[in-house]
């Protein structure tokens, strides 16, 4: 489905996989694949025969409990000749009355693993009727369509083919259609959670891309292909840009870059009769050495993934338009390199943002608030959003304080901070709220005898080394806000910020 977005060329083949499985409604009068998923709860396995499409003996269900993610593979009797190519794998859930929405995401992900290693290329995945679960029909099929899209993921741009002991290719590679046995009702369903799972798939090749391919020009390419799309429109400052504009943290940042640094602003109008907009903004460091104050061994090696903040939100907006909410968004990618050389950024460098204030750079490893910083006070400035959701791989610190599988959000909105929390539960997508100052502009912490600010507390980076905690966020905060928020934006009309920080969950959920 992602192809017919893109054109031919090389940078586009790139974000999608060699096999990208197909996810679509069972159609009643079509020929099923001959594999096919049936989930059991231990209290449907009395009358599991009528769940088959074939008839099997007792005795190949006698030791089959249904226990959560126990699986058993069915195979018609040999005199079945009308089902001699079909097999069922049966799948346990447990007691109906506890499948929750992760009991079925990690059903489904054992299921489609389980058959991706048997080199199954087709399967029908059969929506289980759950007597005393408290899910309804609709939120159980939307459950079984994401697992399904993304369980099926796997990067596999890079592999190249070998063979076993047995000269069967060592490749597990994805399913390339799977249809959900459900009744039409529930078309619209499905064909809305394959498009987001099909723009998370987009974004997680783009974060799994490595940095000698995905660089700022290529995410520009992306992103002017993704105008292809209803209702989207492309504006880039380039370097040039940059300069004009007084982003000056921005620019210090990615100046060492072999590719120049540069703004993409994709702007998707599904409510043209509201001037009403949110802005995404994503963090788009697409290498990120540290700069001068160079990444160690150990530290340095992911970092390609310092531009999932810009790929996610790129992934939103897209999923946005392929579904014509009717909303207007502003998705701003602030893309760079954080590279060295004779060219890099000093530590101790003072720049004057696009703000207006001075900061001085005290440790080019905390790069993602500077651009950040930049690119929302433009976008504040010029396209006054009513709210502002920012995405970064930001700091070691909440990695540290959440760990690696809970994304940390920082918000002055009580309400749109519990949507985001309630989403993220349904999601299976971890993200906790952190408690900030309630002054989040202080900069007691950030106070230099040099500039307004300083760039972050003195000694310390974004890394592991900093406060390994929230107090440790708190000063990412306090310099975001100082370098986004200005009265000297005459018509500023922001009134929600919402900052997530991603750095954990992206180093780590990539697959």
Known sequence: MLRRFFSSSAAHRMVQQRVQGQLSLLAKDSSPPSTRVVFVSRSATADLQSSLPFPVSAAALRDFKAKPQEKLYLYPSEDSDAFKDQRVLLVGLGDADKVTPNVLRDATH???????????????????????????TTRIVELLSQASMLSNYQFDQYLTDSKDAYGESKLRLPLEQIYLDASAEFQKNVSEQATVGEETIFARNLGNGRSHIVNPAFMEEVARASTELPNMMVRVLQREDLEKEGMN???????????????????????PDSDEKVALVGKGITFDTGGLNLKPTGAIEDMHTDMCGSAAVLGAVRAASRQGLKVNIVCALALAENAIGSKAVKPLTIVKSHKGITVENNNTDAEGRLVLGDAMSYVQKEYKPKKIIDVATLTGACMVALGEHCAGLF?????????????????????????????????????TNYSFVLSCVEGQADDTAVKCDVAGINEVVAIVQNTTVSTAHEHSTVEVHNGIDTAGTSWNHLD
């Open 110 to 136: 054992g299921a489609l693993n389980a058959l991706k290693a048997k080199r199954a290329k087709d399967v029908v995945v059969q929506v289980p009727k759950l007597e005393g679960c408290t899910m309804d």
């Open 249 to 271: 943290m921005f620019l210090s940042v990615g100046q060492a870059g072999v590719c120049p640094p540069r703004l993409v602003i994709l702007e998707y109008t599904g409510n």
């Open 411 to 447: 918000s002055n909105s009580d309400d749109l901070a519990k949507k985001l929390q309630e989403t993220s539960t349904e999601l299976q997508a971890a993200l906790r709220r952190a408690k900030c100052k309630s002054n989040r502009k202080d900069t007691s912490s950030l106070s």
